[in-house]
DNA sequence: TTATTATTTCGACGATTATCGAAGTATGCT
DNA sequence: AGCATACTTCGATAATCGTCGAAATAATAA
């Protein structure tokens, strides 16, 4: 088990807005949009807090490897790493 | 979903130190000491970080729920919540 | 009682972090 | 071309965090 691998993970989940982030792109990946995932310029309004902050925190969810993103045009779309969410899951034993 | 409640159990767990001490206690969960817990002045030896930094991450896992810690004599033992457990592997969706 | 061991509390230090405003880049619209 | 929109980068600030050494507490051993 690659302990810093994990910790990062959860480092990038550790902040209650970026939590609430990366759970809407999951919602929306569920969603199945025309897109595949997720608009950032639309989830945003829900939160009130800047767009650098957005920005900081996509990208540290990116590097804890929970998302990916990619431009279309001028809009940003997230979508979720599922494999990491596997992992996720298997972290820490059924009791 | 109390995004709160689960973003401090991410941050108990985002540090590379605390995260490994979390899944020793797991282990020694399992191994069913008759203590029915962990040693902590055990598995100390195995981190290179002093006593009062244990103290202090072993406090951090208790604020957020994920252990709780008795003093046996002048030993003190951690154990797993196991609720929180099951919650943790309840916060993200199968996919 | 004195010494040793296990753990906690305190105070401090350097490092990291969340957030912001301002400016920058890039795309699309008129 | 000029403007608006979506997002990023930069620089700064206040707050939080991990760690330590030293001192305190508490329990056991000699």
Known sequence: MDVK????????????????????????????YETGG??????????????????????ELSNAGLITTEKRGKFLIAKLNKDVIHELNGIFPKL
Chains 1, 2 share one sequence.
């Open 38 to 59: 997720c608009l950032i310029s639309e989830i945003v309004k829900y939160f009130n807090i800047g767009a650098p902050t957005i920005s900081h925190h996509l990208k």
């Open 5 to 32: 691998k994990y910790s990062n993970i959860m480092k990038a989940l550790s902040h209650p807005n970026r939590l609430e982030l990366f759970l809407e792109i999951i919602k929306y990946q569920e969603k199945d």
